[in-house]
Nanobody, 114 residues
Framework: VQLQASGGGLVQPGGSLRLSCAAS????????MGWYRQAPGKQREPVAV???????SYADSVKGRFTISRDIAKNTVYLQMNSLKPEDTAVYYC?????????WGQGTQVTVSS
């Protein structure tokens, strides 16, 4: 399984970004896909996760600002990030969880700064 993330960058506070992550390889029909982030000096934390059935969960810090979605046919998960804040600055990692295994993408940098 390989995960290829894209869409990070530099944005001003209040701006928006959309992250994408495409999974390839042996992808099962039942799995969870999601986004985690790690800021400098901090532990990696979950941001949003979506099941193959479409159920989504969010960290309290991003509720109402971020939206996770997925295209099952393309094995792709998206993270629409609106109203970005400086504290959202981090490396964002795509995750696939299936058959009790975690798979990780390479990470994409999101920097929110004026």
């Amino acid at each position: 399984v390989q995960l290829q993330a894209s869409g990070g960058g530099l944005v001003q506070p209040g701006g928006s970004l959309r992250l994408s992550c495409a999974a390839s390889g042996s992808i099962f029909s039942i799995n969870d896909m999601g986004w985690y982030r790690q800021a400098p000096g901090k532990q990696r934390e979950p941001v949003a996760v979506i099941s193959s059935g479409g159920s989504a969960s969010y960290a309290d810090s991003v509720k109402g600002r971020f939206t996770i979605s997925r295209d099952i046919a393309k094995n792709t998960v998206y993270l629409q990030m609106n109203s970005l804040k400086p504290e959202d600055t981090a490396v964002y990692y795509c995750n696939l969880f299936q058959s009790v295994k975690d798979y990780w993408g390479q990470g994409t940098q999101v920097t929110v700064s004026s």
